[in-house]
């Protein structure tokens, strides 16, 4: 006499997967196996390709979309003004986009022409609630002609300093600075003045915008709601 001790496959419930799909109610090891032939995930909860893993990366990383950068208000190459007809005392804020944790060390700005008497001059970063993250030392002495003309890569004090998103769409404001001046150094600006750079923007998201802060040594929060728009954006970016 023989003993069958053969198990159907579907011989109790969740103990295996049939070739036409099913649910598991555990972890599956694949042993150092791969999984092929898998389709693109739509949903939030669907397994990601290889293929969309790399898109998704070069997505949150900045640095591969910004000449090696993290960001930058807008491509340099569009830069063609030299401008800066702000007051003294005025923090003036440019948006950059912030859409993952990043960690930034340096804010960068193009002078084009030096300044006059001036003091308390800085870059900056800010959150998009209007927090101060960091500014740079202070610039007076440089932009008013001990320096040179040109670029500009400046260490944020006490950096470098993790940004994280506060929600969606998500960004942070670069920032210069000038306390007092009888002329204001001027950088570079994009090309043209017009509303359009802050179209559809809320006055608490705008994209470029100027704020006072009286003369000051040491910057403090800013308030988005009290902002005052710009026609043009500066260049600006971060690393």
Request: net charge neutral; glycine share 12%; charged share 5%.
């Amino acid at each position: 006499m023989s003993l069958n001790i053969e198990v159907p496959y579907n011989q109790g419930a969740g103990l295996y997967l049939p070739l036409t799909g099913g649910a598991l109610t555990g972890p599956l090891a694949l042993g150092a196996n791969k999984i092929t032939g898998l389709a693109n995930g739509t949903a939030v909860t669907d397994a990601a390709t290889f293929g969309q893993v790399q898109t998704t990366e070069a997505a949150l990383n900045p640095a591969l979309q910004y000449n090696d950068l993290l960001g930058w208000t807008f491509d340099g190459g569009a830069a063609g003004c030299a401008y800066n007809n702000q007051g003294a005392a005025y923090v003036i804020l440019n948006r950059i986009p912030l859409p993952a944790a990043i960690t930034v060390t340096n804010v960068l700005i193009n002078l084009t022409v030096f300044g006059v008497t001036i003091t308390h001059s800085f870059l900056a970063i800010f959150n998009s609630a209007g927090t101060i993250i960091g500014q740079t030392a202070d610039q007076s002495t440089a932009w008013m002609g001990g320096g040179a003309l040109g670029l500009y890569t400046l260490p944020l004090v006490g950096g470098p300093y993790l940004c994280a998103p506060l929600g969606a769409n998500d960004f942070l404001w670069a920032a210069f600075y000038c306390g007092t001046g009888a002329t204001r150094p001027s950088f570079s600006q994009s090309q043209g003045n017009s509303p359009i750079p802050v179209a559809g923007c809320t006055t608490a998201r705008l994209r470029c915008a100027y704020i006072n802060q009286s003369n000051t040594a040491t910057l403090g929060n800013i308030s988005p709601a009290g902002l005052t728009a710009l026609a043009a954006p500066y260049w600006m970016a971060i690393s």
